[in-house]
């Protein structure tokens, strides 16, 4: 399951994320989403748990937990939706 891990501290590391996460269960990846231009976090991310049950059990654990000083939102990701064409600039 693609699990969404919202309001992190901008310092958390993908490996801080994992180990919350792992408590839980296997965790396959840890991706914490960065800004192009300043390379800082977006303070967002996602953790994939393979086992559907462990994963429910990590999101009902770990919703509004404190991480790191801030209370983090954890809820199942939903799939990116298609993205419109982008008109040309002129």
Known sequence: MNIYVGNLPYS???????????????????????????????GFGFVEMPDNSEADEAIKALNESALNGRNIKVNQAR????????????
Request: aromatic share 6%; no cysteine; glycine share 6%.
């Open 12 to 42: 958390l590391t993908e490996d801080e994320l994992r180990a919350a996460f792992s408590q839980f269960g296997e965790v396959s990846s840890v991706n914490i989403i960065m800004d192009k231009m300043s390379g800082q976090s977006k």
């Open 79 to 90: 799939p990116r939706g298609e993205r419109s064409p982008r008109r040309p600039r002129y």
